[in-house]
Nanobody, 124 residues
């Protein structure tokens, strides 16, 4: 059974930085592409960033492009989200997710496993 566990959330001032981590169980982690999504209160869960199985391809939502960086360490079964220059509108619960689909996808229905989420709050 696949388990994803996020960590690293917290409270940060606008302009600050946080790094989220997502540790995965399972021996096939290196064959999954991974993504980060987020959900703010009263809003739908939205795509944030994607990284393919090898780490050689990434894709970002326009709202975070140039500020956030997704990366992965397959030896550690971990994916990261480095968040810089944070804004109050980045406040949300952040989720990591795994997909077996080879093509880049931002559709949350394509992801078969999800973490429990970690809260990120950016104060103005």
């Amino acid at each position: 059974q696949v388990q994803l566990v996020e960590s690293g959330g917290g409270l940060v001032q606008a302009g600050g930085s946080l790094r989220l981590s997502c540790a995965a169980s399972g021996r096939t982690f290196s064959s999954w592409s991974m993504a980060w999504f987020r959900q703010a209160p009263g809003k739908e869960r939205e795509f944030v960033a994607y990284i393919n199985w090898s780490g050689g391809s990434t894709y970002y939502a326009d709202s975070v492009k140039g500020r956030f960086t997704i990366s992965r360490d397959n030896a550690r079964n971990t994916v990261y989200l480095q968040m810089n220059s944070q804004k109050p509108e980045d406040t949300a619960v952040y989720y990591c997710a795994a997909t077996r689909i080879i093509e880049t996808t931002t559709n949350r229905n394509d992801y078969f496993a999800w973490g429990q989420g970690t809260q990120v709050t950016v104060s103005s």
